[in-house]
């Protein structure tokens, strides 16, 4: 079954606005979280990595006052666009490093994902 | 030059055929390997772990040259639900859970 959720899993949202996305671990606790965008037809670039109760690193490029992101506990992790714009519609993901009950190793299990339309 | 490079393809090949993906990788630290597997428009899903020795699971072999920096997908007996993007995915440095992943390589079985 899934270990970790995202939500929503579709969101079209007016320019200006504001979208939160919701990531949760489901049975583990992740100590670390990932955000990912990826655009049609190419791959996944890392947003941020999220470390619970700490501040997240963003990745070069990436605008932190745009891309609100808290992981205030092991679980959840959340990532706010803000005053989104036509340009940030894409497909993000999250993933969540842990290790599970029953596994001896770290992986990195992922959402399905949001895409997120902005008009 | 990419972090990880990968053949976009499309591979259009019949049920049963044998196909091979390469990848190469810029970052000689890297220590963990994957190949994930994406159907459109889902989240990416670990396929498999590459390992030194190379290692098989089913249809799918995966080989890892260190020296050269490069990664290989087998799939052997290709299914029609193996169409899919097969992303070469490589840890970014020693110790780091950073992952980087390639552009993909797409595959298209036909009946």
């Known amino acids: 079954g899934a270990v970790v959720s995202q939500h929503p899993s579709r969101v079209i949202c007016k320019s200006g606005t504001s979208v939160k996305i919701e990531c949760r671990s489901l049975?583990?606790?992740?100590?670390?979280m990932f955000w990912y965008r990826q655009f049609p037809k190419q791959s996944l670039m890392l947003m941020a990595t999220?470390?619970?109760?700490?501040?997240?690193?963003?990745e070069q490029g990436v605008e932190k006052d745009k891309f609100l992101i808290n992981h205030a506990s092991l679980t959840l992790s959340t990532l706010t666009v803000t005053s989104a714009h036509p340009e940030d519609s894409s497909f993000y993901i999250c993933?969540?490093?842990?290790?599970?009950?029953?596994?001896?190793?770290?992986?990195?299990?992922f959402g399905p994902g949001t895409r997120l339309t902005v008009t | 030059r990419k972090e990880v490079e990968q053949d976009p393809g499309p591979f259009n090949v019949p049920e049963g055929a044998t196909v091979a993906f390469n990848c190469t990788y810029s970052?000689?630290?890297?220590?963990?390997f994957f190949w994930y597997r994406q159907d459109c428009r889902k989240e990416p899903k670990l396929l498999m772990s590459?390992?030194?020795s190379g290692n098989e699971d089913g249809r799918f072999t995966a080989q890892l040259n260190r020296a050269s920096q490069y990664i290989s997908l087998l799939i052997r007996d290709s299914k029609l639900s193996d169409s899919a993007t097969y992303l070469c995915?490589?840890?970014?440095?020693?110790?780091?859970?950073?992952?980087?992943f390639g552009s993909g390589t797409r595959l298209l079985v036909r009946p």
């Open positions: 590459v390992y030194s």
């Open positions: 999220s470390n619970e109760g700490s501040k997240a690193t963003y």
């Open positions: 993933s969540a490093s842990g290790v599970r009950q029953g596994s001896s190793s770290y992986e990195q299990y």
């Open positions: 049975d583990f606790q992740a100590t670390t």
């Open positions: 995915v490589v840890n970014w440095g020693d110790s780091s859970y950073k992952l980087i």
């Open positions: 970052n000689s630290a890297s220590q963990s």
